[in-house]
């Protein structure tokens, strides 16, 4: 059976859809956002990457220690994880959350364990970015309750340029998806002066009122946590310090989806 | 809150608590009278209570609408010299110290020692148990391994049920006199002596109507010298009140608060019941009274608020009486444990929760006092909305209410023997401790320290610490072969251990039935009366003794950490480890970052650390579980620790999970700060591992930052979370909600954070009058807010 490659685990997991889930972290991403705050998941494979911890009170890096992310582990392993937190789910109401990464670039495995968690009857969510071939989602739609559906940009121009790959097999994904008639919930990332303008707001809103099914949407600000891991892993930090949004601007930008109709949910 | 109950509130906050010899001084006055001498020991118990009753000063506050004082003002202290006399030294402690410190005034200093000292000295109960109990008792005392609750507080561990609201103590005087009228002296050899306790329960009922009536005439006094119109109605009505309760039974509201308050002065002037005698089901008892005087137009919902706030304000104003030596450390705080049951099923079965439930909890979140503690019971049955009234509370960062599981309380009760009835009418008290309300003496012995006894284990009976041997020769450790050879050294220890501390126990109930008998209390809890024997003599219908087991997660953590590193992995040879103990890690950095770091621990869901944890809760329910007391009942575990872990931690040396010595152990059967790093659902599960219901109570802790329980969608997750917690049939469980740099700024500025009070074990406290120790130890505490 196939194995997969994944960067953690987090139980009690009560921001990635209904109830309290568990996320499994896959590893490997073929974007390539400018914002990412999950550097460690970009790369298919296992890496050490040398952390710096940051010294408490004082702004220098200082310690150095290597840390690795990512191992391999078989279905079963990743089974023994998530069936820990049944009795969890079945209270709840809540499941597994696949994210990552990219849950879709490790499709055998992917399939595999959703096969798994269906078999013990838990609820099961993918959180993607939607850049994978549309064959694979037809193979795994099925043994998904829903999607948890990245959506950044509908300029492609600048998508190519702030993401790195053109958005054509994203939003085309979406549409089948939803043509399908599966649940889905749009998480929007708020990144302010990229995804957070107004017009790119008013494109996004503009594209989903052309497709059916989408009613869901999260609007996700800005966070930090990017800009501490980026500089804990000694990245550049391309987009300098951005603010995070205040709570009256993102009701602001919430309301202007309600208007619409639309159920809209801040974070998670 | 309106201006009365604000002003009472901060009259409550405001008042210095004190040392007060009223009461010890009454009390000497009464034995040396002579009378004593005349009269069987419990008749001269009762009428020294009698005589305090008699004699002590009114107490009437300034606007109050329940009254009652235990001291003659409110947090003047009484101290209980009968059972251990306060030396000039302690007094100077108590004065002098920063934290939970009670004014003694220099004439008190006097009268202790030219009246109170001479006459106790050597009589008090203290002085008799430390007389009668054997070397090796002392040696295990003194060393740590347990503590002992009744050398300075009357085994009280009781709570009522709804027996006062439907007699007065006119009608409990008449069901005592037919209990004597029906002794058989021809036949029962213990008739006469059951004619002495009777007799003593009658002078004691007696005793409080009188109490109450002297606070009728005061009232009354103070009624025709009052010019304002409203308040002098107000005190001529509580007079009158006054009148009717105690000797009758309520038939208001207001009467069924009064009634019981003047019986909770009564058993905690009679004796300094350790600890948490509380009116138990108050949203239950006082329902009835509520709805009828609701119908008949003479109770408001906010009357019925205003009514409910003063009686809490008559809580904060009795401070845990003082203590001394290492009682004063194990539990450092003002805090009497007085729990309020709200919630949970009735008697059939049913969920108990009503308009009251709510009204309470109303009251506990806008009045924010220390005393009373308050609790929700939680039942498959509650409905949702209950829960979440109580989590929004506890999102507020107070610390109340604690959560407890019904069903598990009631499998806990039945187990032991109790009737479902008696056990879903039962709930939790003092920190989380399983009761049958008002028909139980469940006694507290003593903590036991389980980490203690491995280090003695691992030192072939010596305490390193004194280098003395104090416990038996379990065996080199450095020759161990495998972790059961080890294993089964630590049980002979901790066998041993417990048989000293039962021994013990035996001697030191004797002595409470024979110098100490309780017969105001023991009008109270069935079925003294009928039984005609003393509550501290196994009058009650159930009769339980616990020895509290400490450090679940530092002995797990340590037994875990030597089967992994010695024996599993074999990277450490014993020796080297045992060394580096004594040395407290010096030199062994990189194997003490190992163990922290690198080592299974429970509280992660992990069942390498966690069957050992089920191995030594097998050995200590197996050591205690089922073996009888002297008064017809069992001993029976659980799993709390008070503060009394940090005093633990300070006795003990370095330990085998990496934590150094003198540092607190963990608390309760949370596991040890910082070690769960898999967030709460895996800290449950861990917990849930234990088997509860084979307890008489678990304790949990919790900590969530305020951020992750911001919004009302978190709230309902962590609802789910406890209900989970529960169908694991998880005893109990609360939480911290506070952020470590709040606590770290109370920390560094105590002054503007005064009003800042956390969980701290089975209740709570201002987190300013913790000692240091204590204070960082919370802040440790895992956050999840974090993960």
Redesign the interface.
């Known amino acids: 059976m196939a194995n997969g490659i994944i960067f953690d685990i987090?139980?009690?997991a009560?921001h990635d859809g209904p109830?309290?889930r568990t996320t499994a972290f896959f590893k490997g991403c073929p974007l390539d956002c400018r914002w990412c705050h999950n550097p460690e998941g970009k790369k298919c494979e296992p890496e050490t990457i040398i952390v710096r911890n940051r010294r408490k009170g004082s702004g220098k890096y200082k310690k150095r220690e290597k840390e690795t992310f990512g191992r391999m582990v078989t279905v079963e392993d990743l089974m023994t994880e998530i069936r820990?937190?049944a009795?969890?789910y079945?209270?709840?109401c809540?499941g597994i959350t696949f994210s990552g990464g990219e849950p879709m670039m490790q499709m055998d495995f992917l399939n595999a364990v959703l096969r798994a968690c269906k078999s013990d009857g838990f609820s099961t969510a993918l959180d993607t970015c939607g850049h994978a071939p549309p064959d694979d989602f037809e193979r795994i739609s099925g043994l998904v309750d829903f999607f948890l559906y990245d959506l950044k940009m509908i300029d492609d121009g600048r998508h190519m340029k702030c993401i790195g790959v053109s958005n054509s097999l994203i939003l085309d994904n979406l549409v089948m998806l939803s043509e399908k008639g599966h649940r889905i919930i749009l998480r929007i990332p708020l990144i302010p002066g990229i995804t957070d303008t107004d017009a790119n707001l008013a494109d996004i809103l503009k594209f989903i009122e052309s497709i059916k099914n989408v009613n869901e949407i999260s609007l996700l600000p800005y966070n930090k946590l990017g800009e501490d891991k980026l500089g804990k892993f000694g990245m550049k930090n391309i987009l300098g310090p951005l603010q995070t949004q205040t709570r009256a601007e993102l009701d602001l930008k919430a309301a202007r989806f309600r208007s619409r109709g639309y159920k809209v949910q801040i974070g998670? | 809150m309106n201006d009365r109950i604000k002003k009472l509130r901060r009259q409550s906050l405001n008042a210095k608590p004190s040392v007060s010899l009223e009461r010890a001084e009454l009390l000497t006055k009464f034995y040396k009278s002579g009378e004593a001498e005349r009269v069987s020991v419990p008749v001269a118990r009762a009428l020294a209570f009698k005589y305090i009753l008699e004699h002590k000063k009114i107490c009437i506050n300034d606007g109050e609408l329940i009254v009652g004082e235990r001291g003659p003002n409110p947090k003047a202290t009484p101290t209980y010299p009968e059972i251990c006399t306060h030396t000039l030294k302690d007094f100077k402690i108590l004065n002098d110290r920063r934290k939970v410190s009670f004014a003694v005034s220099d004439k008190t200093r006097k009268m202790q020692k030219d009246t109170i000292i001479p006459f106790w000295s050597g009589r008090s109960i203290r002085d008799r148990i430390f007389e009668a109990v054997d070397p090796e008792w002392v040696a295990a005392y003194d060393a740590g391994i347990f503590t002992e609750f009744r050398e300075q507080r009357a085994p009280g561990h009781t709570v009522l049920d709804d027996k006062i609201y439907h007699n007065g103590f006119l009608d409990f005087k008449r069901d005592i006199e037919q209990s004597i009228e029906r002794l058989d002296f021809y036949n029962d050899p213990e008739a006469p002596a059951k004619r002495e306790q009777l007799r003593a329960m009658a002078i004691a009922a007696g005793a409080l109507v009188l109490y109450a009536r002297r606070h009728a005439k005061k009232l009354s006094e103070l009624a025709a010298k009052e010019r304002d119109a409203p308040r002098k109605k107000e005190l001529k009505e509580m007079a009158e009140i006054c009148e009717k309760v105690p000797a009758r039974a309520p038939k208001t509201f207001r009467e069924a608060l009064q009634y019981y308050w003047f019986v909770h002065v009564g058993v905690i002037t009679e004796l300094n019941t350790w600890d948490s005698f509380n009116p138990g089901r108050l949203d239950r008892h006082l329902l009835p009274f509520y709805e009828k005087d609701f119908k008949a137009g003479i109770l408001t919902r906010e009357r019925a608020r205003e009514l409910l706030q003063a009686f809490w304000v008559k809580f904060n104003n009795q401070p845990a009486p003082p203590k001394v030596g290492v009682t004063a450390e194990e539990s450092n705080t003002y805090t009497d444990f007085c729990l309020i049951n709200l919630g949970g099923v009735k008697e059939t079965g049913e969920d108990a929760s009503n308009e009251l439930t709510y009204l309470i909890l109303d009251v506990l979140e806008e009045m924010r006092l220390l005393q009373p503690s308050s609790m929700v019971q939680v039942s498959k049955k509650s409905p949702d909305r209950l829960l979440y009234r109580a989590l929004k509370i506890i999102r507020t960062g107070y610390g109340q209410p604690s959560l407890f599981n019904t069903e598990s309380i009631v499998a806990e009760l039945v187990r032991q023997g109790k009737t479902v009835q008696d056990a879903r009418n039962g709930g939790a008290s003092g920190c989380v401790e399983t009761g049958a309300f008002g028909k139980e003496s469940y006694i507290l012995t003593g903590y036991f320290n389980l980490t203690k006894v491995l280090e003695i284990t691992l030192n072939n009976g010596i305490d390193p610490l004194t280098g003395r041997q104090i416990g038996i020769k379990s065996g080199d450790p450095k020759k161990f072969k495998t972790f059961d050879e080890l294993y089964d050294a630590f049980e002979k220890q901790l066998q041993y251990f417990i048989d000293v501390k039962i021994k013990g126990n035996r001697i030191i109930e004797r002595l409470w039935a024979e110098y100490l008998p309780a017969p105001f209390l023991s009008i109270l809890i069935d079925d003294c009366i009928v039984n005609g024997k003393d509550y501290n003599d196994g009058g009650a219908r159930y009769n339980s003794s616990y020895i509290q087991g400490v450090g679940l997660g530092s002995i797990t953590d340590s037994l875990t950490a030597i089967n992994c590193r010695v024996f599993d992995k074999k990277d450490i040879s014993m020796t080297a480890f045992i060394k580096a103990l004594r040395a407290n890690f010096k030199g062994a950095t990189r194997l003490r970052q190992v163990l922290l770091d690198e080592t299974p621990k429970y509280g992660n869901?992990d069942d390498y650390a966690d069957d050992v944890m089920r191995r030594i809760f097998e050995s200590y329910f197996r050591l205690i579980d089922g073996r009888p007391n002297t008064k017809g009942g069992h001993y029976r575990i659980n799993l709390l620790p008070t503060t009394v872990h940090v005093y633990f931690g300070s006795i003990t040396g370095a330990t085998p999970d990496g934590r150094k010595a003198w540092e607190p152990l963990s608390e309760g059967i949370s596991p040890v700060q910082g070690a769960d790093r898999?967030?709460?659902?895996?800290v449950l599960?861990s917990a849930g591992k234990i088997d509860h219901v084979r307890t008489g109570g678990t304790l949990l802790n919790q900590k969530f930052t305020p951020s992750l329980l911001a919004d009302d969608?978190?709230l309902v997750?962590l609802g789910?979370?406890i209900?989970?917690y529960f169908?694991?049939d998880g005893h109990h469980i609360q939480f911290n909600v506070v952020t470590a740099e709040t606590l770290r700024k109370a920390q560094k500025n105590p002054e503007k954070y005064k009003d800042l009070i956390v969980r701290v074990a089975g209740y709570s406290d201002y987190f300013v009058d913790l000692g240091v120790d204590l204070q960082n130890e919370i802040i440790k505490r895992t956050e999840?807010g974090l993960?």
Do not use: C, E, N
């Not at chain 2, 898999?678 to 895996?682: D, F, I, N, Q, S």
């Open positions: 987090k139980r009690y009560i109830g309290i820990k937190d009795i969890f079945d209270q709840s809540g998670g | 869901d898999k967030g709460p659902t895996a599960k969608d978190s997750k789910h979370l209900r989970s169908k694991m999840h993960i």
